[in-house]
Nanobody, 119 residues
Framework: QVQLLESGGGLVQTGGSLRLSCRAS????????MAWFRQPPGEEREFVAS????????FYADSVKGRFTISRDNTKNTGFLQMNNLKPQDTANYSC????????????WGQGTQVTVSS
């Protein structure tokens, strides 16, 4: 099974950018569909973006479309979420997830990394 570790969160001003990373270990990363989810304070977890095994297909929540980009480098066992033009409503704990079949609920999750966008 795969283990996931996120990094790259932090505090940023409105309009700023952050790049999250998700490092995979324990299994061949390219076997898994990867996704990012987030959980805003006091709210339920929500889907952000997903990417297929070879990176050729991506899917985004409407709330982040055009601002966030999901990608992966299977040679480095790492996935990414580039977040541009951040807004206060993007404040959340961001987690990466992996699943062999890409079906919800995803089987494997990281611990999460906090992103805070100040107004």
């Amino acid at each position: 099974q795969v283990q996931l570790l996120e990094s790259g969160g932090g505090l940023v001003q409105t309009g700023g950018s952050l790049r999250l990373s998700c490092r995979a270990s324990g299994d061949t990363f390219s076997r898994y569909v990867m996704a990012w989810f987030r959980q805003p304070p006091g709210e339920e977890r929500e889907f952000v973006a997903s990417i297929n095994r070879d990176g050729s297909n991506t899917f985004y929540a409407d709330s982040v479309k055009g601002r966030f980009t999901i990608s992966r480098d299977n040679t480095k066992n790492t996935g990414f979420l580039q977040m541009n033009n951040l807004k206060p409503q993007d404040t959340a704990n961001y987690s990466c997830a992996a699943d062999l079949h890409g079906r919800h609920p995803f089987d494997y999750w990281g611990q999460g990394t906090q992103v805070t966008v100040s107004s």
